[in-house]
């Protein structure tokens, strides 16, 4: 199908499109997925479910499975699973994986890790694909100006029976960012402000997609955290048109196109671009320079303030609702209003996830660790993105800089953003966390977590407490 | 998966007026290391329901005198945003719930919901605290959803009708199985394939598998 000639449209329109393989009714289309990747907890039952009703995977060769939920990031562990019930999740997948035909990254592969880190690294994600995964944080891939979103496990037994979704079309919601970063702000900053400005459920039902100078001047891996926690405003999809930067990215990858396809794939990636006038349903204006580094203080990615701020007083709330809401947070998160956010002691501090674990954040944290001493009575941990990310900052001595200072240097995996595994928070436990989800009871029953970038989860480390990055010296 | 027609929901209903509750907090981690979609009654809304000993928590509503027997949800903004885990749904299923009344959900629990029946109405803001006034009280917490007339009718004098997607309102009420009635499209689904491989064939699977260096 080819899209209406006459009126501009915009990115997301243009992917949404091109992989309609029919209209449903107004507001659905039947949406074809060029590349499907499963994990080992979101797919077990999608897998069953095709045993019992007697089908066929339809095309296994467009998915990718990959472990890292529910392993161990311990030396001594990953070889050797406790966790039985982990174990026979991890075992299900390998044996679905094998009948079926699907390629895997099992714990025994160099190439595993996180599979929104592992998928992009190895050039699985291309500009212009649809990708979907039993994940919410696949919006991801937007960063390379692919579709990619978050299904349940019913969907991820759709798309492995018939390579489609039955797709809710959204809307279009431009957030364009301009100007440049301050020092000691970086993408995850950028995105912990959008979503502060316009809320958790602000982006629902729509799709985003980001432009202005400061996107243009983010690599790739910051594109990736931008696009990754697109999610906590409610986007299901968000989207950063590929440029130079795209492309330089991809050639040489081992799943990018080759060589004798690069340059044609290139020039249709660089079409890839809202039109000039195209419509967008709700835009919003950020200047870069005006966002500080933020850190959350509730129990909500969009309660964030600037590390130099207050806890908000709940009676200065704008409706009853937000009043209710900051109430709430504030208990579970055991903060009194007024409170100085640096005046916050943490106990633990995690540097991870599929938002934060590349090597680039992990060169930002070496920069603020270099020569220092994770602070007494605080337990930190660095979990890699994937193993590659492991072994560069092993390589590059970034680990050493680790371990020196007394973080804990961990195989990769989601580990403590969600704590499936064993990496979990104590009760009133208070983690300084470089993730994307601040929720109650996420890293740990009555655990509490602050959201903020790498670097300052590395600062807080130090110091026991939230500390402004901007007074620690030795920012990039 | 195979779904069931929806029958007419009538019963109690039970107010959950906090924004943004979290598929976390409906089904939290330590439920999801499953490779079934059974025993999970027990993890809707574990933290919230059971203290750390395991005793149910009196503050909790669903624990109260009069709203133990719920199978209508009437939820704040943005219930069920965060994580894709269908985990919560086939929970909350299991605890008995058939029906959730709200102003919004998050799009991932939204889609996972619909493909398991389990009914989500979406009212304005202002009509969902009216009903959650009205539910404050057990005794006035019977609600009757009619999914054919999209109509919710309460006590109180409540009544109104709701948005409903005709497809989804067609699998919900013909109980079709999902991927049947894809399935029955499978030869457009080829021809597209493979006219998208033919134009960019770099998408071919594991077309430069081998060739490509190791990173």
């Given at each position: 199908m080819?899209?209406?000639?006459?009126r501009?449209?915009?990115?997301y329109?243009?992917?949404?499109?091109?992989?309609?393989?029919?209209?449903?009714?107004?507001?659905?289309?039947?949406?074809?997925?060029?590349?499907?990747?499963l994990?080992?907890?979101?797919?077990?039952q999608a897998?069953?479910?095709i045993r019992?009703?007697?089908r066929?995977?339809f095309c296994?060769?467009?998915?990718?499975?990959i472990?890292?939920?529910?392993n161990?990031?311990?030396?001594?562990?990953v070889?050797?699973?406790?966790?039985?019930?982990?174990?026979?999740?991890?075992?299900?997948?390998?044996?679905?994986?094998a009948?079926?035909?699907?390629?895997?990254?099992?714990?025994?592969?160099?190439?595993?890790?996180?599979?929104?880190v592992?998928?992009?690294?190895?050039?699985?994600?291309?500009?212009?694909?649809v990708?979907a995964?039993?994940?919410s944080?696949?919006?991801?891939?937007?960063a390379f100006?692919a579709?990619?979103?978050?299904?349940?496990t019913?969907?991820v037994?759709?798309?492995?029976?018939?390579?489609?979704?039955?797709?809710?079309?959204?809307?279009?919601m431009k957030?364009?960012?301009?100007?440049?970063?301050?020092a000691?702000?970086?993408?995850?900053?950028?995105i912990?402000?959008?979503?502060?400005?316009?809320?958790?459920?602000?982006?629902v039902?729509?799709?985003?997609?980001?432009?202005?100078?400061?996107?243009k001047?983010?690599?790739?891996?910051?594109?990736?955290?931008?696009?990754?926690?697109a999610?906590?405003?409610?986007a299901?999809?968000?989207?950063?048109?590929?440029?130079q930067k795209?492309?330089?990215y991809?050639?040489g990858?081992?799943?990018?196109p080759?060589q004798?396809?690069?340059q044609?794939?290139?020039?249709?990636?660089r079409?890839?671009?809202?039109?000039?006038?195209?419509?967008?349903?709700?835009v919003v204006m950020?200047?870069?320079?005006d966002?500080?580094?933020?850190v959350t203080?509730?129990?909500?990615?969009?309660?964030?303030?600037?590390?130099?701020?207050?806890i908000p007083?709940?009676s200065?709330?704008?409706?009853?609702k937000?009043?209710?809401?900051?109430?709430?947070a504030?208990a579970?998160?055991?903060?009194?209003?007024?409170?100085l956010?640096?005046?916050?002691?943490?106990?633990?501090?995690?540097?991870?996830?599929?938002?934060n674990s590349?090597?680039e954040?992990?060169?930002?944290?070496?920069?603020?660790?270099?020569?220092?001493?994770?602070?007494d009575?605080?337990r930190?941990?660095?979990?890699p993105g994937?193993?590659?990310?492991?072994r560069?900052?092993?390589?590059?001595?970034?680990?050493?800089t680790?371990?020196?200072?007394?973080?804990e240097?961990?195989?990769?995996?989601?580990?403590m953003c969600?704590?499936?595994?064993d990496?979990?928070?104590?009760?009133?436990?208070?983690c300084?966390?470089?993730?994307n989800?601040?929720?109650?009871?996420?890293?740990?029953?009555?655990?509490?977590?602050?959201?903020?970038?790498?670097?300052?989860a590395?600062?807080?480390?130090?110091n026991?407490?939230l500390t402004?990055?901007?007074r620690?010296?030795a920012?990039? | 998966m195979?779904?069931?027609?929806l029958k007419p929901?009538s019963?109690?209903a039970?107010?959950?007026p906090?924004?943004?509750?979290?598929?976390?907090?409906?089904m939290p981690?330590?439920?999801?290391?499953?490779?079934n979609?059974?025993?999970?009654a027990?993890?809707?809304?574990h933290?919230?329901?059971?203290d750390?000993?395991?005793?149910?928590?009196p503050?909790?509503?669903?624990n109260q005198?009069?709203?133990?027997?719920t199978?209508?949800?009437v939820?704040g903004p943005?219930?069920?945003?965060?994580?894709?885990r269908e985990?919560?749904?086939?929970?909350?299923?299991?605890?008995?719930?058939?029906?959730?009344?709200?102003?919004?959900?998050?799009g991932?629990f939204?889609?996972?919901?619909?493909?398991?029946?389990?009914?989500?109405?979406?009212?304005d803001?202002?009509?969902?605290?009216?009903l959650?006034?009205t539910?404050?009280?057990?005794?006035?917490?019977?609600?009757?959803?009619?999914?054919?007339?999209q109509?919710?009718?309460?006590?109180?004098?409540?009544a109104?009708?709701f948005?409903?997607n005709?497809?989804?309102?067609?699998?919900?009420?013909?109980g079709?199985?999902?991927i049947?009635?894809?399935?029955?499209?499978?030869?457009?689904i080829?021809?597209?394939?493979?006219?998208?491989?033919?134009?960019?064939?770099?998408?071919?699977?594991?077309?430069?598998?081998g060739?490509a260096?190791?990173?």
């Amino acid at each position: 199908m080819s899209p209406p000639e006459s009126r501009p449209t915009t990115l997301y329109q243009k992917l949404s499109h091109q992989n309609t393989v029919k209209q449903i009714d107004a507001e659905h289309v039947l949406l074809y997925i060029d590349l499907h990747i499963l994990n080992e907890y979101t797919s077990p039952q999608a897998f069953s479910g095709i045993r019992s009703a007697g089908r066929s995977v339809f095309c296994p060769e467009a998915a990718l499975a990959i472990v890292d939920h529910v392993n161990p990031t311990r030396d001594t562990a990953v070889d050797d699973m406790q966790d039985k019930q982990a174990a026979e999740q991890i075992r299900y997948l390998t044996k679905n994986c094998a009948e079926f035909g699907i390629e895997m990254f099992g714990l025994g592969d160099p190439r595993r890790g996180i599979e929104h880190v592992v998928a992009p690294e190895q050039g699985f994600i291309q500009p212009g694909m649809v990708v979907a995964c039993g994940d919410s944080h696949t919006t991801t891939y937007g960063a390379f100006g692919a579709l990619g979103f978050g299904i349940g496990t019913s969907d991820v037994e759709h798309v492995l029976c018939t390579q489609t979704v039955v797709y809710k079309l959204l809307k279009n919601m431009k957030v364009e960012i301009s100007g440049k970063l301050s020092a000691g702000a970086t993408s995850k900053d950028l995105i912990m402000a959008v979503i502060a400005e316009v809320g958790a459920a602000g982006a629902v039902g729509q799709a985003i997609e980001f432009g202005g100078e400061a996107i243009k001047n983010l690599s790739m891996a910051g594109r990736m955290t931008l696009c990754n926690m697109a999610m906590e405003c409610g986007a299901r999809a968000a989207l950063i048109a590929p440029d130079q930067k795209t492309l330089d990215y991809l050639k040489g990858r081992p799943r990018s196109p080759s060589q004798k396809t690069f340059q044609r794939a290139s020039n249709y990636w660089r079409s890839l671009a809202s039109d000039a006038g195209a419509e967008f349903d709700r835009v919003v204006m950020i200047d870069a320079s005006d966002v500080p580094p933020l850190v959350t203080f509730g129990t909500s990615p969009d309660q964030s303030v600037a590390i130099d701020a207050r806890i908000p007083d709940p009676s200065s709330a704008r409706t009853q609702k937000e009043r209710d809401s900051l109430i709430s947070a504030l208990a579970y998160m055991d903060l009194t209003p007024g409170t100085l956010m640096t005046d916050i002691r943490v106990d633990h501090v995690f540097i991870g996830s599929c938002t934060n674990s590349r090597l680039e954040d992990l060169r930002d944290v070496a920069r603020v660790v270099n020569g220092r001493r994770v602070a007494d009575g605080v337990r930190a941990l660095i979990v890699p993105g994937s193993q590659e990310v492991k072994r560069r900052a092993e390589a590059e001595g970034l680990a050493k800089t680790f371990t020196d200072a007394g973080f804990e240097w961990r195989h990769s995996g989601c580990s403590m953003c969600l704590a499936m595994n064993d990496d979990v928070l104590p009760p009133g436990a208070r983690c300084a966390s470089s993730t994307n989800r601040n929720f109650e009871g996420r890293q740990g029953r009555g655990a509490r977590t602050h959201l903020m970038s790498p670097a300052m989860a590395a600062a807080a480390a130090i110091n026991g407490k939230l500390t402004d990055i901007r007074r620690l010296g030795a920012v990039r | 998966m195979i779904s069931r027609p929806l029958k007419p929901i009538s019963g109690v209903a039970a107010p959950l007026p906090g924004s943004n509750i979290d598929t976390d907090v409906i089904m939290p981690k330590q439920f999801l290391k499953t490779i079934n979609r059974e025993n999970l009654a027990n993890g809707a809304f574990h933290d919230l329901r059971f203290d750390e000993a395991g005793k149910p928590r009196p503050d909790f509503v669903l624990n109260q005198s009069g709203y133990d027997q719920t199978v209508i949800l009437v939820t704040g903004p943005n219930f069920g945003c965060g994580s894709s885990r269908e985990h919560a749904v086939w929970g909350l299923m299991q605890l008995g719930i058939r029906a959730i009344i709200g102003s919004g959900y998050g799009g991932i629990f939204f889609d996972n919901a619909m493909k398991n029946g389990l009914l989500l109405v979406t009212l304005d803001e202002a009509d969902v605290a009216v009903l959650l006034r009205t539910i404050s009280n057990p005794a006035t917490a019977q609600i009757d959803i009619d999914l054919g007339a999209q109509e919710i009718i309460g006590r109180d004098g409540f009544a109104r009708r709701f948005q409903m997607n005709p497809y989804q309102k067609d699998l919900l009420q013909s109980g079709q199985d999902h991927i049947d009635r894809t399935l029955d499209a499978l030869g457009d689904i080829k021809a597209f394939q493979l006219d998208r491989l033919t134009q960019f064939p770099w998408l071919t699977f594991n077309a430069d598998a081998g060739t490509a260096p190791s990173l």
